[in-house]
């Protein structure tokens, strides 16, 4: 039934100015809002897998993974995310490194949050 359609995802933030101001400035992704829809934004990733993401006044932050961005060598990734103001999530019993990488357990991984929490993650393709 579902096999060839185009599915695309979607996750809720508090405010999407900050949101937008987050993922054009610090992520540097291409992003397009829909006033007409309330300040939707769709965040336009390669593949042609749009992502949308909503205004939602009573958000809670997601506490899984909302979106993962493979990237060819994750210290550099991490390096420049970090030179951008993004800071890593810690979490306990995972080992990571001094960076927050997880390392050897499956791809080399490294946790953060938007602005109004979501977590997403850098991970590196092997």
């Keep these: 039934m579902f096999r060839d359609t185009k599915a695309f995802s979607g996750f ?4 999407t100015d900050r949101a937008e101001r987050f993922y054009t400035d610090t992520l540097g992704l291409r992003v397009s809002r829909d006033e ?10 390669a593949g042609d897998r749009p992502v949308l993401v909503y205004p939602k006044p009573n958000h809670t932050p997601a506490t899984f ?5 493979p990237v060819d060598d994750i210290d550099r990734a991490v390096d420049e ?18 960076k927050g990488i997880m390392r050897g357990n499956g791809p080399s991984i490294a946790w953060f949050t938007d602005p109004a929490g979501n977590v997403m993650s850098v991970l590196e393709q092997g």
């Design 36 to 45: 007409a829809m309330g300040g939707l934004l769709t965040l336009h990733l």
């Design 12 to 15: 809720s933030v508090d405010d």
């Design 81 to 98: 995310l970090i030179a951008r103001g993004v800071r890593f999530e810690r979490y306990d019993g995972m080992p990571q490194d001094d």
């Design 65 to 69: 993974t909302v979106l993962n961005f």
